[in-house]
């Protein structure tokens, strides 16, 4: 493994097929690549810390190659969407004014619901105590 020079731009030309393969290989290779680097200096060497903690913790999340199998997404793209979609567009109607703790309470619903488990929350949940339905006044 070539070892990092002056800056951390210098390791552009190696790191970044590894990064490009990340994809279709998962991290064990970027991580096998930053153990066998030797930085030169300290400056450098706690660059290549930083990077070989980073994709440690983060290691269990970029396992791509199984999650392609799986058929999952690997991007962010279809998670923003369904934010726009399903919390955006809702809670921005005409009309509608919203605290943020009656929006969070709508959108942990609304969850709950599209998750399919929407019966597993009530079950979860046995009613304590009945609420009695408000009445009119009769004008």
Known sequence: MPCIRRTPAAAAPWAGPLLTALPDQGPGPLQAALAAVKPPDAALAAVVQREQAYFAYNARRMYYPTYRRQGLPIGSGTVESACKVVLKQRAS????????????????????????????LWASRPLTQRVAPRRRCAA
């Open 93 to 120: 109607q005409g009309g509608l004014r919203w605290t943020a703790a009656g929006a969070q309470a709508v959108a942990t619903l609304r969850a709950w619901h599209w998750s399919g488990r929407w019966g597993a």
